[in-house]
Every structure is written in C-alpha cells, then in structure tokens.
T-cell receptor, first 113, second 113 residues
C-alpha cells in the first residue's frame, strides 16, 4: 500500500507560487500520482496526474524526482479562489487495488489577500 | 460542472430511518463510486460499480447497500441510520472499469437527527 503523507495545512498570499509536497516512500513501479482539489461542501476535482519528471497543464505543474518517493504540486501565482484542500493519491490508474482509493485528509491551503 | 448529478442535495432524517441517494454518472462513464466524508475528514471509499456489477468494496457498513441500474445510474441505500452517519456522500464516475481519473458530483449532505 503506497501510503501518502502531506502537510496538514499551508498558508500563502495572493500572487505567490505554492508548492505542496507529498511523500510516498512505498510507491510501486506502476503507480501514478494524482492530485485533486476540493472546495468546502463540493466534490473533489481532478487537477493533474503524472508518472515521472514533470507534467504541466493549464492550472498546475507536477514535479516528480527520479526516485519517485515524493512529488510536488506547484500552483503558480495563487489567488483567493485557490483556497481549498488538496489531495495526493498514488496508485495505478487502471488497477484492482481498492487500497489506492484512499484520499487521506489532504493539505488545507489558505490564501490570504 | 463535472457532469455527475447527485440528488437530493440535502437530506434530513431521523435515527432508525432509511434513505436512498441517487447518482447519475457522466455520459459515457460506466463506473460509479460512492464515498463518505464526515466533518473535517477525508474521503472514505465505500463501493464501486461497473456496468451494473459490483467491482470493489471499501469500508461500507452492512447497513449500507448500493446498486447500479441498466441505465447506469446508481443508488446508495442507507438503513437503520445512526447519528454518526451524518456526512457528505459523494458519487464519482470514470470511463473504465478500473479507477482512473474520477469526476465527482456535488454531493448529498445527510443529516441524521
């Protein structure tokens, strides 16, 4: 089971870059890393997914070092609307292992004006 | 809008009662997942259905059951309700049989009084 560890909370100011790191020491060879964002009383929303090196989309970047034991979600120039809980999941996108469907408690990001 | 529809949005009931939560997946998605999120807790995976059949089971209580119908909508039945069952219940869907990127509904907030 690829357990993940994230900081419980982080604070930032508008316009700053925010980096949230997730540790997953027991990641398996076939595991991918997926990040979701959740606003209060809403369902989680997919942000980004990657396997190795760097992935970038219109909202975030995901940095994965060579050993893949950790990953960093990078949010460029955050705004107040980025205040949310961010979850890191590790698992095989196409697998039978329901242990992978563990969201944990995530990282609560608070952005201040 | 994720394309996943959950009804009702809010549900208030009493202990010992039974309720049914409904979920319509995104068009084309065959998998439906149910999650429970208690106050300030992470998401707990309950159960997954794929094309009408149970695919995976998480920490779902025996008092809870679910099914997926031929039109692919799903229902989560909660019976003999207890105060501790008060939570947000999310439904998610994905394209394939195995967990990939999931798209979440807005949730049903259940209050057991």
């Amino acid at each position: 089971l690829a357990k993940t560890t994230q900081p419980i909370s982080m604070d930032s100011y508008e316009g700053q870059e925010v980096n949230i790191t997730c540790s997953h020491n027991n990641i398996a060879t076939n595991d991918y890393i997926t990040w979701y964002q959740q606003f209060p009383s809403q369902g989680p929303r997919f942000i980004i997914q990657g396997y190795k090196t760097k992935v970038t989309n219109e909202v975030a970047s995901l940095f994965i070092p060579a050993d893949r034991k950790s990953s960093t979600l990078s949010l460029p120039r955050v705004s107040l609307s980025d205040t949310a809980v961010y979850y890191c999941l590790v698992g095989v996108p196409l697998s039978y292992n329901t242990d992978k469907l563990i969201f944990g408690t995530g990282t609560r990001l608070q952005v201040f004006p | 809008d994720s394309g996943v529809t959950q009804t009702p949005k809010h549900l208030i009931t009493a202990t010992g009662q039974r309720v049914t939560l409904r979920c319509s997946p995104r068009s084309g998605d065959l998998s439906v997942y149910w999650y429970q999120q208690s106050l300030d807790q992470g998401l707990q995976f309950l159960i997954q259905y794929y094309n009408g059949e149970e695919r995976a089971k998480g920490n779902i209580l025996e008092r809870f059951s679910a099914q997926q119908f031929p039109d692919l909508h799903s229902e989560l039945n909660l019976s003999s309700l207890e105060l501790g069952d008060s939570a947000l219940y999310f439904c998610a869907s994905s394209v394939g049989a195995l967990e990939g990127i999931q798209y979440f509904g807005a949730g049903t907030r259940l209050s057991v009084l």
